[in-house]
C-alpha cells in the first residue's frame, strides 16, 4: 500500500491522463470522507436509493474509480455496463465541451438540431440487417423499452408482450411488469400494466441439458396456449440477459424465437441495453447468431456517460406510430447525442470490439482456473467484457447468495468495484470498461481469487 495518491486534478488536464492506471489504497474502505458523504446521503437522499459501495467518486477514466479519500480502485463495474468506451473518455468529453458551449438544449421537437440525426443514422447503420431502418431517441432504458412497445402496438394493433423469466427492463409502471425479480424492482408498487405474459427462458445450466431449439419451443408452447400469435404485439428480450444474471440462452433459441415471431407478424424486440456497443465482443448480442431483430433497444453503453437511449428498427414498424406519438421533452438531448457519435467513434477508432473479446479470453482463463478450484463455482459464462460466475453450494445447483456477497464486500474493501446480480442474487458479474488494461484485470482477479480462498 501506498501513502501517495493522485491530488485534485490541475486545471487544464487532459480528462484522465493524470489518474494513475494501478489499485491504490490510501485509507480503509470506506475513508472518512466517504463516511462523512454517506451520513450527508442518508440524511437528504431517499432510502430507496441504495449504493453497491459506500465509496464517493471524485474522478474516473482508463479502468479506475478515484474516489473522494484518493483511493484508486479497479472498475469492473462501469457504472453498471455504461462506461464501455471508458469514463471521461477524450473524445467524448472534448465533444460535450464543444456541444455545451454551443447550445444545452432547444428540444428537438421544437427546432431540430443534426447531432440526433447522426445518432439515427449511426444507429440504422451499425444494428443488425441491411433493411431500411428508422430510429427515435429517448433518455432511459426503460423509456426505450416502453416507446417499442408503443411502436409495435401501433404497428401490430394488438395488445399483448410477452416477455422472459429472469428478464429485466426497467423500473416504471410497464417495465415493472416486464421485468421478472420482485424484490427490489418490484415489491409494494403495483398495480403493473396489463397484457404482459412472462415465458421460460433457455438458462444452460439449469434447463436439464435442454438444447435451444427445445428450449424455444417450450417457450412458443406457453406463449400459443396462454395468449396466442394473434393477440400478441411483441415477444421482448434480452440477448444475454443482465440483472437476471448474465444468462446466455443455448445455441438456437434466439434464432428459433425470431424465427416465429417473423411467422406470425409479432414484432421481435431485442432489448440490448446492457448487452449493445461492443460490450460482449460484437456490436451488439444479436450478431453473435445472425439474429436480425426487427426492433433493437440500446442505452447504457451508448453515449459514454451521458443519459440518452434508442428504438431503432424497421421503417415500416417504426413509421407506424403517428407524428407527435413519440417523443418526450429531453429525448436525444445535445449533449448526450454529441456524447454518443464520440462514443461510436472511439469503438470503431480503437478497436474496442476486438478488445472485448481479448477480455473474454483472459477473464475467462482465470475464471475457469477459479473454477477448477472451487467447486462453488457453478458456471462461469457470459460474452467479451460482460461476464459471470453464478455461485452454489457445492454440489448442488442450490444458488448461494451469502456467498457472492461475502466475496463482492471483501472485494470492495480491497478496492475492486464488482457487482452483483441473478434472480437469487448468487451471480457475481463483470463488466470493465474497455480502456481497462491487462494489470489491473489480473489485478482484480488476484484479488477475487483471495476473496474465495479467505472464505474456504
Ligand atoms: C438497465 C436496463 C434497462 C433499464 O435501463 P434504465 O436506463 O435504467 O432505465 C432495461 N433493459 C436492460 C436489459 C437493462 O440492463
Redesign the pocket.
Known sequence: MEPTHTSSPTQGAGPHDAIAQQRRLVTAIPGPRSVELMARKSAAVAAGVGTTMPVFAARAGGGIVVDVDGNHLIDLGSG??VTTVGNAAPRVVDAVQRQVEAFTHTCFMVTPYAGYVEVCEALNRLTPGDHDKRSALFN????A?ENAVKVARAHTRRPAVVVFEHG????TNL?MAMTAKSMPYKSGFGPFAAEVYRAPLSYPLRDGGLDGAAAARRAIEVVETQVGAGNLAAVVI?PVQ??GGFIVPAPGFLPAIAAWCREHGVVFVA?E??TGFARTGAMFACDHEQVVPDLV?T??GIAGGLPL?AVTGRAEMMDAAHVGGLGGTYGGNPLACAAALAAIETIEAEGLVARAREVETLMKARLHALQAADPRVGDVRGRGAMLAVELVVAGTLEPDAALAKQVATAAHREGVIVLTCGTHGNVLRFLPPLSIGDDLLHDALDVLDAAFAATR
Open positions: 453498471i455496463a432511459s432504458g426503460a423509456e423499452v429485466y427492463h426497467g423500473r417495465t434480452e443482465g440483472e432489448d441495453v446492457q433497444v442505452a447504457k437511449s
